[in-house]
């Protein structure tokens, strides 16, 4: 029962680079999400996606791409890596269960930028 | 406006004592949902407990209890015999929309709670 899985968990790159990080869940769920995490802070949702082949914007997704092209996995790009990106990143899915929904978390991608 | 908003940034609490998260909300809409996570040292994110919007008793899980008052638009979290294993970061988070749409969570900022012996 792997559930989701995110990789690598740390990351070092330099500013212009291009990064992916990969999310793969086991469950099917319908929905993915991608969140950032800046040191001390909440959450902040960077994209979702209701199925393979839809994704949407969240509230920061300048800077990012997404794509999904299969329901298990929903890879994140930063197209040219910025200081400001250095973050921790969290994918999460979820299923409506019953009445409500909850999100499962990976176990989140540690990135800095240099 | 924020739309979540945990005004303490750290709590204290001795072992075996109870404590209560404060979080208020801001959300038009009638249907939303109210989540509170937990986020260890260690980093993951692990869900505790949901309140819905139409939902006519407090959530409960295990120790963990939601006060939910919607006219005040608050859902603090309640934890009852607090145990060392519960010194982590807590997050409240809502969700707007219909009950099943999968649309997204808006967190707070946190609260550090430490226990001490």
């Known amino acids: 029962d792997a559930g989701i899985t995110q990789s690598p968990r740390y990351k070092i790159t330099e500013t212009g680079r291009q990064v992916t990080l990969m999310c793969h869940q086991t469950w099917s769920h319908s929905y993915m999400f991608w969140y950032r995490q800046d040191l001390g802070h909440g959450l902040r949702l960077i994209y979702y996606?209701?199925?393979?082949?839809?994704?949407d914007k969240g509230e920061v997704p300048d800077g990012y791409v997404v794509s999904r092209s299969k329901t298990e996995n929903f890879p994140l790009t930063l197209e040219s890596a910025t200081r400001s990106q250095t973050s921790v990143y969290f994918c999460?899915?979820?299923?409506?269960?019953?009445?409500?929904?909850?999100?499962?978390f990976g176990p989140g991608t540690r990135l800095l930028v240099l | 406006a924020q739309k979540i908003t945990q005004t303490q940034p750290g709590m204290f609490v001795q072992e075996k004592e109870a404590v209560t998260l404060d979080c208020t909300y801001d959300t038009s809409d009638p249907s939303y949902g109210l989540f509170w996570y937990k986020q260890p040292s260690s980093g993951e994110m692990i869900f505790l407990i949901y309140?819905?919007?139409?939902?006519?008793q407090n959530a409960t899980e295990g120790r963990y209890s939601l006060n939910f008052q919607k006219a005040r638009k608050s859902a603090n979290l309640v934890i009852s015999a607090s145990q060392l294993g519960d010194s982590a970061m807590y997050f409240c988070a809502m969700r707007e929309g219909l009950e099943t749409s999968g649309s997204r969570l808006t967190f707070g900022e946190g609260t550090q709670l430490t226990v001490n012996p």
């Open positions: 309140q819905g919007s139409y939902d006519q």
């Open positions: 996606s209701a199925a393979a082949d839809i994704t």
């Open positions: 999460a899915s979820s299923v409506a269960r019953g009445v409500f929904e909850t999100q499962y």
